[in-house]
């Protein structure tokens, strides 16, 4: 039975466009799910749903079996790791952290091993007396994480919180989360708007597009197999042709394309292909069976270190192509040359177009 | 890039000795021995913090003016503060006209607002008895105090108080533990200048006392106009004293400046 | 928080409310009402609905000098409070000093201080024997003291400093947009500092020195304690005469209708400053 249930959740604030729409979602005991998606699109609304602090105005959600949608924040048992961390600026970092064994009466002997507990686990031994100005970014995160955790919450939901961190920091703090995480076996909501952030840490990925669920899965499902043209296009960099369906033959640029599931619509469609399905080939060698292609002129070449990303200009319109600089002969691409794009019928993504 | 020039810290130097030179000839004025205010003076003796000593009218006019400060604050703390939790921490249609209403008398020009407070009060029975001066001092006070804590307020980051509530805190728990704390400078610098506020409060307690009940202020006031001596200069020592103790206090205990919002 | 966000919260602000509905509306109300009351030769005010004060009011030329005097003497002390204040905010602005704060608050010191000693501080170091005159005698600059209070040299002395720390803290106020990087960038194009400050650094502060000079003109319109004490019954301002009206003579309709007058007097400069720079900054 999934941990945490959400049903038909609504928010509208005021008389303004729903923030979330009638958003259903389960994640399962233990589970790292990440909530991803552009800004606005109601991550943060969902998340202090799920907190108790916002009320829902319609829908439910159910933790563990139990119906919580009415329940106020305190008696919720979730652990909230802020955007902004939101540590209590008059308390020490113990204090902090001992601020929900506190509200939870623990007997002072306990609340001191906990604390200690919780500040090895985020590697934070001997700041117990700093106040939280005192620490870096990446310190504060951790202090938030640890008081979030200390209080052996239900849930772990944590909102952007690594956004305000560098590179390298955000990094390693992904790694630190997701390792804590699975040892102590919580379950975990983690929104985020960076999809490198979504597909690398999370077990399964929610879409969410303008306050509505576009598509749950695995991070593969979501990159492989999107499930719309929203998805698509915001998971990982594709390529998109204006395509002519005719049941089930589809046509770029007056040429046949082969399809592996072809959507059996008609008329004007959205072809899209990622750019490292793509591959460049020399003009003049025949395609090869089942393999679309079609030609065009090298416009720009973009070296990325360990990929090079090709801009070629065809009829079809300007397409990119990624492919590693492993062999030497990626130098033989020069600006100007006359090039076959290819890519796999298994590779090609339809989708009807947006309707506006 | 040095942040201020030698040219600056001049200017700066001579502006403050404007600002400084009438507090520190008052106070030296009060150790004269002379009978008139002359600077420098023939001599020095305490004898004119005696005189005061043996003066009761000026005795009675600290009394009260002490007891009426008190007073005020207490009661401007009292109404204030939860106005200014409602303005900062609430949205609700004519928020901006409510807080327009606490702060206009902070608009209005202090002596009009003298003059309307006298023609209220002498017909109510309220001129110059202590509810009417209290009554009188908050028209000011309250004001400052709501527009203080109301910065107080809205500095803090709802965030915080929602980390408190998903932790276990009660609403009640989380304005005592988090809420409160967080206001305690703006709350320390509101008392400090509702205090002071109120004891130095000059024109609307000579509208408003009489003969019998007269403020401090009051009477140095008539004083001054009637004869200029050293005696009113210790006077003025101790109040000046006064107010620098408040002043280092507060900002000891919070700074002064940035509970003030600047 | 479910609790402290729910509406209906309404009634804390009630306690506020009815205070100050009593001791600020309705005797602003009252001030109003009481200017179209009537007068009676012997001085007795009775009841009534006229404009009589006020056709009294317009007749009086002593009026006009009053207001001539009062816009004077503002516009003077307001003047000089901001050649003062100005220097010193923009210190305070960009000072690292370790005694930045006990700086700050000397500088609005005066405002800590009561008003009437700080006028007695100004009749020590400005009367007939005091600092000024005894070093300007003791120096044989001069064979008798020269009058610097009970007339317009002291009271605009007085009134300038009084002026000084509201000046201070609007400027302070006002002084978030200046950015010490455009300076440091004008710096860095080849301004020297004097024309950092010509091209910069006053044109950024320009709001802020609008909005201190407005606010203190505003306060010396209506001060009073200071023309009175350090003017010596010499220096007439329409403060010093509402209060003598209200006070002295008991002509309750005239101070009432004196006061009106100042309060749309104000307004109208209010308004007019307004447009002013509305216009300025177009
Ligand atoms: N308190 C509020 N009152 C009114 N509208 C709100 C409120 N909070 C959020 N919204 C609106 O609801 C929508 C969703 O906001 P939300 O904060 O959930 O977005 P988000 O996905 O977290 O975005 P971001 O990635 O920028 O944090 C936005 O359009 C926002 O303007
Ligand atoms: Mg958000």
Same mark, same amino acid.
Not at chain 1, 53 to 64: A, C, D, F, R
Not at chain 3, 133 to 157: C, D, F, H, K, Q
């Given at each position: 039975?999934?941990?945490?249930?959400?049903?038909?959740?609504?928010?509208?604030?005021?008389?303004?466009?729903?923030?979330?729409?009638?958003?259903?979602?389960?994640?399962?005991?233990?589970?790292?799910?990440?909530?991803?998606?552009?800004?606005?699109?109601?991550?943060?609304?969902?998340?202090?749903?799920?907190?108790?602090?916002?009320?829902?105005?319609?829908?439910?959600?159910?933790?563990?079996?139990?119906?919580?949608?009415?329940?106020?924040?305190?008696?919720?048992?979730?652990?909230?790791?802020?955007?902004?961390? &939101?540590?209590?600026?008059?308390?020490?970092?113990?204090?902090?952290? &001992?601020?929900?064994?506190?509200?939870?009466?623990?007997?002072?002997?306990?609340?001191?091993?906990?604390?200690?507990? &919780?500040?090895?686990?985020?590697?934070?031994?001997?700041?117990?007396?700093?106040?939280?100005?005192?620490?870096?970014?990446?310190?504060?995160?951790?202090?938030?994480?640890?008081?979030?955790?200390?209080?052996?919450?239900?849930?772990?939901?944590?909102?952007?919180?690594?956004?305000?961190?560098?590179?390298?920091?955000?990094?390693?703090?992904?790694?630190?989360?997701?390792?804590?995480?699975?040892?102590?076996?919580?379950?975990?909501?983690?929104?985020?708007?960076?999809?490198?952030?979504?597909?690398?840490?999370?077990?399964?990925?929610?879409?969410?597009?303008?306050?509505?669920?576009?598509?749950?899965?695995?991070?593969?499902?979501?990159?492989?197999?999107?499930?719309?043209?929203?998805?698509?296009?915001?998971?990982?960099?594709?390529?998109?042709?204006?395509?002519?369906?005719?049941?089930?033959?589809?046509?770029?640029?007056?040429?046949?394309?082969?399809?592996?599931?072809?959507?059996?619509?008609?008329?004007?469609?959205?072809?899209?292909?990622?750019?490292?399905?793509?591959?460049?080939?020399?003009?003049?060698?025949?395609?090869?069976?089942?393999?679309?292609?079609?030609?065009?002129?090298?416009?720009?070449?973009?070296?990325?270190?360990?990929?090079?990303?090709?801009?070629?200009?065809?009829?079809?319109?300007?397409?990119?192509?990624?492919?590693?600089?492993?062999?030497?002969?990626?130098?033989?691409?020069?600006?100007?040359?006359?090039?076959?794009?290819?890519?796999?019928?298994?590779?090609?993504?339809?989708?009807?177009?947006?309707?506006? | 890039?040095?942040?201020?020039?030698?040219?600056?810290?001049?200017?700066?130097?001579?502006?403050?000795?404007?600002?400084?030179?009438?507090?520190?000839?008052?106070?030296?004025?009060?150790?004269?021995?002379?009978?008139?205010?002359?600077?420098?003076?023939?001599?020095?003796?305490?004898?004119?913090?005696?005189?005061?000593?043996?003066?009761?009218?000026?005795?009675?006019?600290?009394?009260?003016?002490?007891?009426?400060?008190?007073?005020?604050?207490?009661?401007?703390?009292?109404?204030?503060?939860?106005?200014?939790?409602?303005?900062?921490?609430?949205?609700?249609?004519?928020?901006?006209?409510?807080?327009?209403?606490?702060?206009?008398?902070?608009?209005?020009?202090?002596?009009?607002?003298?003059?309307?407070?006298?023609?209220?009060?002498?017909?109510?029975?309220?001129?110059?008895?202590?509810?009417?001066?209290?009554?009188?001092?908050?028209?000011?006070?309250?004001?400052?105090?709501?527009?203080?804590?109301?910065?107080?307020?809205?500095?803090?980051?709802?965030?915080?108080?929602?980390?408190?509530?998903?932790?276990?805190?009660?609403?009640?728990?989380?304005?005592?533990?988090?809420?409160?704390?967080?206001?305690?400078?703006?709350?320390?610098?509101?008392?400090?200048?509702?205090?002071?506020?109120?004891?130095?409060?000059?024109?609307?307690?000579?509208?408003?006392?009489?003969?019998?009940?007269?403020?401090?202020?009051?009477?140095?006031?008539?004083?001054?106009?009637?004869?200029?001596?050293?005696?009113?200069?210790?006077?003025?020592?101790?109040?000046?004293?006064?107010?620098?103790?408040?002043?280092?206090?507060?900002?000891?205990?919070?700074?002064?400046?940035?509970?003030?919002?600047? | 928080?479910?609790?402290?966000?729910?509406?209906?919260?309404? =009634?804390?602000?009630?306690?506020?409310?009815?205070?100050?509905?009593?001791?600020?509306?309705?005797?602003?109300?009252?001030?109003?009402?009481?200017?179209?009351?009537?007068? !009676?030769?012997?001085?007795?005010?009775?009841?009534?609905?006229?404009?009589?004060?006020?056709?009294?009011?317009?007749?009086?030329?002593?009026?006009?000098? !009053?207001?001539?005097?009062?816009?004077?003497?503002?516009?003077?002390?307001?003047?000089?409070?901001?050649?003062?204040?100005?220097?010193?905010?923009?210190?305070?602005?960009?000072?690292?000093?370790?005694?930045?704060?006990?700086?700050?608050?000397?500088?609005?010191?005066?405002?800590?201080?009561?008003?009437?000693?700080?006028?007695?501080? =100004?009749?020590?170091?400005?009367?007939?024997?005091?600092?000024?005159?005894?070093?300007?005698?003791?120096?044989?600059?001069?064979?008798?003291?020269?009058?610097?209070?009970?007339? =317009?040299?002291?009271?605009?002395?007085?009134?300038?400093?009084?002026?000084?720390?509201?000046?201070?803290?609007?400027?302070?106020?006002?002084?978030?947009?200046?950015?010490?990087?455009?300076?440091?960038?004008?710096?860095?194009?080849?301004?020297?500092?004097?024309?950092?400050?010509?091209?910069?650094?006053?044109?950024?502060?320009?709001?802020?020195?609008?909005?201190? =000079?407005?606010?203190?003109?505003?306060?010396?319109?209506?001060?009073?304690?200071?023309?009175?004490?350090?003017?010596?019954?010499?220096?007439?301002?329409?403060?010093?005469?509402?209060?003598?009206?209200?006070?002295?003579?008991?002509?309750?309709?005239?101070?009432?209708?004196?006061?009106?007058?100042?309060?749309?007097?104000?307004?109208?400069?209010?308004?007019?400053?307004?447009?002013?720079?509305?216009?300025?900054?177009?």
């Amino acid at each position: 039975m999934s941990h945490v249930r959400l049903d038909a959740l609504s928010k509208v604030y005021g008389s303004n466009a729903p923030a979330v729409d009638d958003l259903t979602l389960t994640v399962e005991r233990g589970e790292f799910l990440a909530l991803l998606g552009p800004s606005g699109c109601g991550k943060t609304t969902t998340l202090r749903m799920i907190a108790g602090l916002v009320p829902p105005t319609g829908g439910t959600i159910t933790v563990g079996g139990a119906d919580v949608t009415s329940l106020p924040p305190y008696r919720r048992n979730m652990g909230l790791v802020f955007q902004n961390y &939101a540590l209590f600026p008059h308390m020490s970092v113990a204090d902090n952290i &001992a601020f929900g064994l506190e509200m939870r009466n623990l007997p002072r002997s306990e609340q001191t091993s906990r604390i200690a507990e &919780a500040l090895a686990m985020v590697r934070l031994e001997g700041y117990e007396k700093r106040r939280p100005r005192e620490l870096s970014g990446g310190q504060q995160q951790r202090v938030a994480l640890a008081r979030a955790l200390v209080i052996r919450p239900d849930v772990l939901l944590l909102d952007e919180c690594l956004s305000n961190l560098d590179a390298k920091l955000r990094e390693q703090m992904r790694i630190e989360i997701r390792e804590i995480q699975r040892r102590l076996g919580i379950t975990a909501i983690f929104v985020t708007h960076d999809q490198v952030e979504a597909l690398t840490m999370c077990d399964r990925v929610a879409l969410m597009d303008r306050g509505r669920l576009a598509q749950v899965g695995t991070p593969e499902d979501v990159y492989e197999r999107p499930a719309n043209r929203f998805v698509a296009n915001f998971v990982g960099r594709i390529n998109v042709m204006r395509g002519e369906a005719n049941g089930a033959s589809l046509a770029v640029a007056g040429a046949p394309v082969a399809v592996a599931n072809a959507p059996r619509t008609q008329g004007t469609v959205d072809v899209m292909v990622r750019p490292h399905r793509m591959t460049i080939r020399p003009e003049d060698v025949a395609a090869a069976a089942g393999e679309n292609r079609v030609s065009g002129t090298i416009g720009r070449i973009v070296y990325i270190g360990d990929v090079i990303q090709v801009a070629v200009d065809t009829p079809a319109g300007p397409l990119v192509a990624e492919r590693t600089t492993t062999g030497p002969d990626w130098h033989t691409l020069a600006v100007g040359q006359r090039v076959a794009v290819a890519w796999s019928a298994a590779d090609t993504l339809v989708f009807p177009p947006e309707a506006r | 890039m040095k942040p201020t020039g030698p040219v600056l810290r001049l200017v700066v130097a001579l502006v403050y000795g404007f600002i400084l030179i009438p507090i520190v000839i008052v106070l030296a004025v009060s150790f004269s021995a002379d009978n008139y205010i002359v600077f420098p003076p023939s001599g020095w003796s305490l004898r004119w913090y005696g005189t005061l000593l043996a003066t009761p009218t000026l005795f009675e006019a600290f009394r009260v003016s002490v007891m009426l400060a008190a007073l005020v604050t207490v009661l401007a703390l009292a109404c204030g503060m939860p106005a200014a939790f409602l303005i900062a921490r609430h949205r609700f249609r004519g928020r901006d006209a409510l807080f327009g209403f606490f702060t206009a008398p902070l608009l209005l020009p202090t002596l009009v607002l003298a003059l309307a407070l006298l023609l209220a009060f002498h017909p109510w029975g309220l001129a110059a008895t202590v509810p009417g001066l209290v009554l009188a001092h908050l028209t000011v006070t309250l004001p400052f105090v709501i527009r203080i804590l109301t910065t107080a307020f809205a500095n803090l980051t709802p965030d915080v108080e929602d980390a408190a509530a998903t932790l276990g805190a009660r609403p009640f728990t989380v304005f005592r533990r988090v809420t409160l704390p967080l206001v305690v400078p703006g709350l320390i610098a509101a008392t400090a200048l509702a205090f002071l506020l109120s004891f130095d409060e000059t024109v609307i307690s000579l509208f408003i006392s009489g003969p019998r009940l007269q403020t401090l202020p009051v009477a140095v006031y008539h004083y001054v106009e009637r004869r200029t001596d050293p005696a009113i200069a210790a006077l003025s020592a101790l109040m000046i004293t006064g107010s620098i103790a408040i002043v280092v206090l507060v900002e000891r205990m919070v700074g002064l400046m940035r509970a003030v919002g600047r | 928080m479910s609790l402290l966000r729910r509406p209906g919260m309404l =009634w804390l602000a009630l306690p506020a409310t009815a205070v100050l509905l009593f001791t600020y509306v309705a005797p602003m109300f009252g001030l109003a009402r009481m200017s179209f009351n009537r007068t !009676l030769p012997g001085g007795a005010m009775q009841p009534d609905w006229t404009l009589a004060t006020y056709a009294e009011m317009a007749a009086d030329s002593f009026n006009l000098e !009053l207001t001539l005097n009062s816009i004077q003497l503002s516009f003077t002390a307001t003047t000089f409070a901001l050649l003062l204040a100005y220097p010193v905010s923009l210190f305070l602005f960009r000072t690292e000093s370790r005694f930045r704060s006990l700086l700050a608050i000397i500088a609005i010191g005066p405002l800590l201080v009561n008003g009437v000693v700080r006028v007695f501080g =100004w009749i020590a170091v400005l009367g007939d024997r005091g600092l000024v005159n005894s070093a300007l005698l003791a120096l044989g600059l001069v064979s008798e003291p020269v009058r610097l209070i009970y007339n =317009w040299t002291g009271v605009t002395i007085g009134l300038t400093e009084s002026l000084l720390p509201y000046m201070v803290l609007a400027l302070l106020a006002g002084f978030g947009r200046l950015d010490r990087e455009v300076e440091a960038a004008a710096m860095s194009l080849g301004a020297r500092p004097w024309r950092v400050f010509v091209r910069v650094t006053l044109p950024l502060s320009l709001p802020a020195i609008v909005l201190g =000079w407005l606010i203190c003109f505003i306060l010396a319109m209506s001060a009073f304690v200071t023309p009175k004490l350090l003017g010596g019954g010499r220096v007439f301002v329409l403060a010093t005469q509402v209060f003598e009206e209200a006070v002295d003579t008991v002509n309750w309709p005239l101070a009432a209708a004196l006061s009106v007058y100042m309060l749309v007097l104000l307004l109208l400069f209010l308004g007019a400053y307004g447009a002013l720079t509305r216009r300025v900054e177009r």
